[in-house]
């Protein structure tokens, strides 16, 4: 039995029917030129028998506020084979994956499913894995990948993903002493009053950039109302793209920034695009959640994230001053995070966006909201991955929108390519796929800049610092 995690709680109690709570994946593979006929019906057949147990968190349901082993667990409640309608293209998949991420999962059950997706053109399969919030993070979600899979591709009778036991799984699951639920509860309660000194004190430094207008400080409730800014329905529509790595990596050696402020700078500029194109854009930057790994330990089960609130800088036209903005606003909230252990950073975290937590569940201020929209971007792995010969291609990730946030930016770096998918409410946000194009011109009007701009400008952003 574990204990659930405030952050755990906290997409739980968020979730109801137009506001499904889960992230997900689709996994694309490229079947072996010399694989049987009967490889994808192989697969499943092995999947079916396998005598693995499902390790945590898959194995794990809701008991109160604990996670607790599920006694019937049916891996045909989880499970699903499906094939796609000919010709079978991306467009019919995403279809596929818009529809099912639509769904709620079933609470009396563990918070997942699996779906094998056979029928794709180009002698591909698919596999799309939803999974609730409250079970795992995005870090989390990784490291599991990682361990499903092997960079061998002659490895065969490599077990599905919800069976790879390690270290901590189990850890989690071998017999041990039983600690109550009173002892959780205390423990947990002394590790937040010792952090409490150290929050106070960088709640009254946020106060205080708050109050001298600081023009690097990015607070709660400073996003302008937007056309991604309302409530939002039950549909979703999902698009995903790859993007070469090496692309963002030269811009950011270029001009001396990392990656990840690259990506926010091209998000910044396809939203600009895409807005302008509904005039809808405000005159006022749009702010984006960008969500923070604060995980010091090997787990892969529950919640470590915080977030920083970036300024996107989506009223200006300059690419340049775009990304200088959101470099300054970035490390802004970097060096505040740099002076607290991860415990502090999460009781900071929640006196300081409880407000912003609060207004979505209740609604109370539909006009108000802490951000814009959530950009996501989580490290994955370096080298290509295998599935029993079967190479995976691409990894699009999927995730949650909101009441007062309706589209959602995530990325994951895998083989040298970024991957991208895009999640938003289908009655929201209309035309959502176009933000691709949009994302493929930010990139090259970046590349044009490298030869183009002067390089007293490039000195000038290089060196602009925080004040």
């Not at 989690?172 to 509860?185: M, V």
């Amino acid at each position: 039995m574990r204990a659930l995690h405030p952050l755990d709680f906290l997409f739980l109690s968020l979730e109801k029917r137009q506001q499904p709570m889960h992230v997900g994946g689709l996994f694309l593979f490229q079947i072996p030129k010399d694989a049987a006929k009967t490889f994808i019906q192989d697969l499943v057949a092995d999947i079916r028998l396998s005598k693995s147990i499902p390790v945590p968190p898959f194995n794990n349901k809701l008991n109160g506020l604990f996670w607790d082993n599920d006694p019937e667990f049916d891996l045909e409640h989880h499970f699903r084979h499906i094939a796609l309608p000919h010709p079978g293209r991306i467009r019919e998949l995403l279809t596929y994956i818009s529809q099912e991420h639509s769904s709620l999962l079933d609470r009396a059950k563990p918070l997942w499913t699996c779906h094998l997706i056979e029928g794709i053109e180009g002698n591909r399969f698919a596999m799309y894995f939803k999974i609730h919030h409250s079970m795992i993070d995005g870090v989390a979600g990784m490291r599991l990948l990682e361990k499903s899979f092997s960079q061998d591709p002659q490895h065969q009778g490599i077990t599905a993903p919800w069976c790879v036991a390690n270290k901590r799984t189990k850890r989690l699951t071998d017999p041990e002493a039983p600690i109550s639920k009173f002892k959780k509860f205390t423990n947990t309660l002394q590790s937040q009053l010792k952090a409490t000194p150290t929050v106070l004190a960088e709640l009254g430094c946020a106060l205080k950039d708050k109050k001298n207008h600081h023009p690097d400080y990015v607070s709660s409730f400073q996003a302008p109302s937007s056309i991604l800014n309302q409530r939002v329905s039950a549909s979703r529509r999902f698009a995903a793209q790859s993007f070469e790595l090496a692309r963002l990596r030269s811009i950011a050696q270029h001009f001396n920034v990392t990656i990840n402020d690259v990506v926010l700078a091209i998000c910044s500029g396809a939203l600009r695009e895409y807005l302008l194109s509904q005039n809808a854009l405000p005159k006022k930057p749009m702010i984006a959640m960008v969500p923070t790994s604060v995980r010091q330990d090997d787990s892969d089960v529950s919640n470590r994230i915080t977030m920083i609130l970036a300024n996107l800088g989506t009223h200006l036209a300059d690419p340049l001053a775009r990304l200088s903005t959101i470099r300054r606003s970035v490390i802004n909230a970097k060096q505040r995070f740099q002076r607290m252990s991860s415990d502090q950073i999460l009781s900071y975290s929640a006196c300081v966006y409880s407000p912003a937590g609060f207004n979505i569940v209740s609604g109370l201020m539909p006009k108000r909201q802490a951000f814009n929209l959530v950009i996501s971007n989580l490290p994955g792995p370096k080298e290509s991955l295998y599935w029993n010969g079967a190479r995976l291609d691409a990894i699009y990730p999927a995730s949650i929108v909101l009441d007062g946030q309706a589209l959602n930016i995530t990325m994951t770096s895998y083989a040298g390519k970024l991957e991208v998918g895009l999640t938003a409410c289908r009655n929201a946000v209309p035309k959502m796929q176009n933000l691709l194009g949009h994302l493929e011109d930010e990139i090259v009007c970046f590349e044009q800049l490298m030869t183009t701009c002067n390089q007293d400008s490039i000195n000038t952003m290089q060196h602009t610092q925080p004040s």
